[in-house]
């Protein structure tokens, strides 16, 4: 059965940093595309930044990059968002999803409903 699980949520000050997991079951992430997403209160979800699974390709949304870092451990079937100088209006729940294949790049731009969702970790950034 595939599935993810994020981790790694909490409150932290503006301008702080912390660093979300998403641990992948049931499939070989050598095979798959991991992307991140999150909700703010009131607001659509969007994309934050994917990789894929086979070279570690990666994309990120323009609003995080230089700040993010995306990165994986195949051996532990786990992807890694770093979040550095993070603002209060990146509060919101963080959700990662799977989908086959070196897809990163249109996971981020198009995600869907039969990709495979975790159900999500909290972030919350204030001071």
């Known amino acids: 059965q595939v599935q993810v699980v994020e981790s790694g949520g909490g409150l932290v000050q503006p301008g702080g940093s912390l660093r979300l997991s998403c641990a992948a079951s049931?499939?070989?992430?050598?095979?798959?595309?991991i992307g991140w997403f999150r909700q703010a209160p009131g607001k659509e979800r969007e994309g934050v930044s994917s990789?894929?699974?086979?070279?570690?390709?990666?994309y990120y949304t323009n609003a995080v990059k230089d700040r993010f870092i995306i990165s994986r451990d195949n051996a532990k079937n786990t992807v890694y968002l770093q979040m550095n100088s993070l603002k209060p209006e990146e509060t919101g729940v963080y959700y990662c999803?799977?989908?086959?294949?070196?897809?990163?790049?249109?996971?981020?731009?198009?995600?869907?409903?039969?990709?495979?969702w975790g159900q999500g970790t909290q972030v919350t950034v204030s001071s």
């Open positions: 999803a799977a989908r086959y294949g070196p897809t990163a790049y249109m996971l981020l731009k198009l995600p869907a409903p039969s990709d495979y």
């Open positions: 049931g499939f070989t992430l050598d095979d798959y595309a």
């Open positions: 990789i894929n699974g086979d070279d570690g390709t990666a």
